[in-house]
């Protein structure tokens, strides 16, 4: 019940192409859903979120499409460069009436030239 | 403003030992969560602290405990370690929010148990 599914777990995307990320969820009661990126030796950092009242959000080059009835949420990075190569990890969160989140497992972006 | 600071960076211990972790919120953040980074769990989540009281508390044995101070400044604390504790712990601050919000993670502290 409180699993979030990532997947895949690694990628390898061409510089200048699309990088897909997808998450799955269980929990109904999820209301937020964040995108974290870390680097080797670094705490992961947010990226971006989604709330289920929007189906889509964009940010620069990232961009969250969120499907409610589904239950799944995909990162979508448009012009992956090499600096984005670094592990993401998506999240679910809110029902608790705390601060908890539940991660996926990571996926490890490569972004080759 | 300042991040969330961690200290220590990095830590060695032996089996046996017992360790304390200190985190420093964002100024104004007055909640506190921890996780334990592994290659082979992810992250999980430890505990939540708001306001000096613990409102969540993952799956993990009582040798893992923390408590939050009145400035919001946390600590965890884990004793009679195991070498399965190796990993890097990880504290993230959120400001006060009726819904949960964002997180914002420090730079973690690397334990290895020996």
């Known amino acids: 019940q409180q699993q979030v599914k990532q997947s895949p777990q690694s990628l390898i995307v061409q510089k200048g192409g699309i990088s897909i990320i997808n998450c799955a969820y269980e929990?109904?009661?999820?209301?937020?859903f964040p995108w974290y990126q870390q680097f080797p030796g670094k705490g992961p950092a947010l990226l971006i979120a989604?709330?289920?009242?929007?189906s889509e959000k964009k940010e620069g080059r990232f961009t969250i499409s969120f499907n409610k009835s589904a239950k799944q949420f995909s990162l979508h990075i448009m012009d992956s460069q090499p600096g984005d190569s670094a592990t993401y990890f998506c999240?679910?969160?809110?029902?608790?009436?705390?601060?908890?989140?539940?991660f996926g497992t990571g996926t490890r972006l490569t972004i080759i030239p | 403003k300042a991040g969330v600071t961690q200290t220590p960076r990095y830590l060695i211990k032996t089996r046996g030992q017992q360790v304390t972790l200190s985190c420093s919120p964002i100024?104004?953040?007055?909640?506190v969560s921890w996780y334990q980074q592994t290659p082979g769990q992810g992250l999980q989540f430890l505990f939540e602290?708001?306001?000096?009281?613990?409102?969540n508390k993952g799956n993990f044995p009582g040798r893992f405990s923390g408590r939050q101070f009145s400035n919001s400044r946390s600590e965890m604390n884990v004793s009679t370690l195991e070498l399965g504790d190796s990993a890097l712990y990880l504290c993230?601050?959120?400001?006060?929010?009726?819904?949960?919000?964002?997180?914002?993670f420090g730079p973690g502290t690397r334990l290895t148990v020996l």
């Open positions: 602290y708001f306001s000096e009281t613990q409102r």
């Open positions: 989604i709330r289920p009242d929007v």
């Open positions: 999240a679910a969160g809110g029902d608790f009436g705390n601060e908890k989140l539940t």
């Open positions: 993230a601050s959120s400001p006060l929010l009726v819904r949960a919000g964002t997180q914002y």
């Open positions: 100024s104004g953040h007055r909640s």
């Open positions: 929990n109904t009661a999820f209301d937020y």
